[in-house]
């Protein structure tokens, strides 16, 4: 499964890159505001960091603002991946800029026949969000399952890149079922890598060597 970062973060990019696991990033408005850079200079330096995809969304509410939009940001990297909503408006882009050899993300996905449609447009990754299903109570994983069953049903080509992910056992379980992708907050992706009897056999190795005579 390929690993992703949610952020618009350099450092975390540059940290995530330098332990070998980042294989590409999410953005959004609210991430990039973070950061308090203009938006082209920012996205061009995470493009330069990061090798994989660099998704980065259009905020345009009608497909043909969608696709003026995403026109610009193509040109910020090679590796751009665009981002739209899960809207009728949304899949009619989905479909032109499909057709112009253009990566798609389409977003904020709830349930297995939205990710169906965005397939059917032409989508090269769909993003359902867990965490906010589980937020209301329901179980984001299954959503994950039935997406999966299906895709894998009918040979469709569609990334499964599970998003919203609030905690370590998302990742797990998204790298179970067998989504392609998982994205994540730093903090999340951090957390992945410890372990408390990781930290308690290092400490006795520590006290081990110091028994040792030089």
């Not at 569609?158 to 079922?177: N, Y």
């Amino acid at each position: 499964m390929k690993i992703f970062l949610d952020t618009a973060n350099v450092a975390e990019l540059r940290e995530a890159k330098s332990r070998g696991s980042l294989d590409g990033v999410t953005t959004n408005p609210s991430l990039i505001a973070k950061e308090k850079r203009p938006f082209r200079e920012l996205a061009e330096e995470i493009c330069q960091i990061v090798d994989g995809p660099v998704n980065l969304e259009v905020n345009a509410p009608t497909a043909e603002g969608m696709v003026e939009e995403a026109g610009g940001l193509i040109t910020i990297g090679k590796n751009v991946v665009i981002k739209v909503p899960l809207t009728a408006e949304g899949l009619k882009a989905v479909k032109i800029l499909s057709g112009q050899n253009i990566r798609v993300n389409v977003t904020l996905c709830f349930n297995a026949t939205q990710a169906l449609f965005a397939a059917k447009a032409g989508a090269s990754f769909i993003s359902p969000f867990i965490g906010r299903l589980d937020d209301r109570g329901q179980e984001g994983m299954e959503v994950i399952e039935e997406i999966a069953t299906i895709y894998d049903n009918y040979d469709i080509d569609t990334e499964i890149l599970v998003a919203s992910i609030r905690s370590p056992m998302h990742v797990k379980d998204a790298a179970l079922i067998g989504a392609h992708i998982a994205t994540m907050p730093f903090n999340v992706y951090d957390r992945l890598l410890h372990h408390p009897l990781t930290d308690l056999g290092l400490e006795a190795f520590n006290q081990a060597w110091k028994t040792v005579s030089e």
